[in-house]
């Protein structure tokens, strides 16, 4: 295994090296918990920008190249359209907006170098308090079932007393069912070592455990649902894998027809009377019963209708949000509950267009970095994040760091690795496949 050239390598300005890593992580570590920071936007711009002069300083050729390339300027067009839509008076510039494609940015930055101990070292870091974070909000949960719902307010004065570097919001929790997957797919396709593997399972099981205690039961039902997704895809053909997989499928036949009755279990066994209400509302759903009249699934159908509604009123650029000031209650016009229409109707197609284009041009360039696996992985999760932003609201910093930098990551690293370990050639770094 070739060592790392980071340390030794005394070329481009590589005392400056250190300091980049560490605005890296500053951001990383920020954006995977922004709740615990008071959503302090003008430190995280400060360490953004300090980051840039370092990339550019110590190999300006690389950092020039990522930025300019072209999915990363259609990334930075949808703040820049954002921009143009305040100055015209149309909406209220949302300043973190402006600080989202540094996600993307890093990613690619680190992810093109030829030496992967930058790489390594971020994801480790990130992982690492990642599952900090997850172990906090556990007992977190455990003091105030509600934490992180609260925590989803934004409110400092409310939010204060509750924010903590080792408490997750919603946020968290929506991005932890696709770290969840992600993790159940590397165990399933790439086959680790025992004790690697030991670890990642203690992972998914903290992961499954901080969901299910959340109460948030979108949550609870995209996660096992696309476990099982991907459990359903054969990493190899033959011998003990066709068994474990049929095996898999006599047991979903089982469990798949029952899934109501476990909403019902979870109902039965929440203290929340408005906890119990939603899974009942899921478990009816599954059942066959249909949506009840006034329960929340019914009133989220409403309010997807209201932001349509909304939008085929302004369909190219959409009504803005500073109308919603004007108003007692926002929601009869924009429901906000779902990403994808409420974009509609406050950006209209030019927005909405721009702004799938964005997500959809980063996941098919992470895509051709991936072998077989990693990209049948990579897109059950980036379908599952589709999902979420469909019935709910998605679009922050938790959710696009998971999604854009750490899952891509981990399956660049672990692809590489088990490549190796098979003694099969590995392909070139990949800023030749992107930079050109």
């Not at 919603?324 to 509609?344: A, M």
């Amino acid at each position: 295994m070739p060592k790392s050239s980071y340390i030794r390598e005394n070329k481009g300005y590589s005392f400056l090296h250190l300091p980049r890593e560490l605005c890296a992580a500053f951001v990383l570590l920020w954006g995977i918990n922004p709740e615990s920071f008071l959503y302090n936007w003008a430190l995280y711009a400060g360490v953004v920008v300090l980051w840039a002069c370092f990339a550019m300083t110590s190999d300006w050729i690389h950092f020039w190249k990522t930025v300019l390339h072209p999915g990363m300027l259609l990334s930075f067009g949808w703040p820049v359209l954002l921009a143009v839509y305040a100055v015209l008076g149309h909406v209220e510039f949302p300043f973190h907006h402006l600080l989202m494609p540094i996600f993307y940015l890093l990613f690619w930055y680190y992810g093109s170098l030829q030496d992967r101990f930058a790489l390594k070292l971020l994801s480790f870091v990130t992982t690492g308090y990642y599952l900090l974070i997850n172990v906090g909000t556990v007992f977190a949960l455990r003091q105030n079932p509600d934490v992180s719902r609260l925590l989803a307010n934004g409110n400092p004065e409310l939010t204060g007393p509750l924010a903590s570097p080792f408490t997750g919001g919603y946020q968290h929790i929506y991005s932890l069912t696709m770290f969840t997957v992600a993790i159940v797919g590397i165990i399933w396709y790439y086959r680790p070592k025992l004790f690697e593997t030991i670890g990642w399972g203690l992972t998914v099981l903290l992961g499954l455990l901080v969901i299910v205690m959340s109460n948030y039961s979108f949550a609870i039902l995209f996660v096992f649902s696309f476990c099982l997704l991907v459990l359903c895809r054969l990493p190899k053909s033959g011998g003990v894998t066709t068994a474990i997989l049929l095996a898999c499928c006599l047991a979903a036949l089982v469990v798949v027809p029952n899934l109501y009755r476990i909403f019902y279990f979870i109902a039965e066994n929440t203290d929340s009377l408005k906890m119990q209400l939603r899974f009942m509302e899921v478990g009816n759903l599954l059942s066959g019963s249909g949506i009840t009249e006034g329960s929340d699934a019914g009133t989220r159908i409403d309010l997807y209708m209201t932001s349509i509604k909304t939008f085929l009123t302004a369909p190219l650029f959409g009504i803005g949000d500073l109308v919603l000031k004007t108003v007692e209650n926002p929601r009869e016009i924009v429901g906000g509950h779902s990403i994808v229409c409420d974009y509609l109707a406050y950006y209209g197609l030019v927005g909405s267009i721009l702004f799938h284009s964005i997500l959809i041009v980063n996941f098919a360039r992470i895509e051709k970095l991936l072998d077989r696996r990693g990209r049948f992985l990579y897109f059950a999760v980036f379908v599952l994040y589709y999902a979420q932003i469909t019935v709910n609201a998605g679009y922050n910093e938790p959710l696009i760091e998971i999604l854009f930098f750490l899952v891509p990551s981990l399956l660049v690293l672990v692809g590489e690795h088990t490549k190796r370990e098979e003694k099969e050639p590995i392909l070139p770094a990949f800023s030749s496949q992107y930079i050109r």
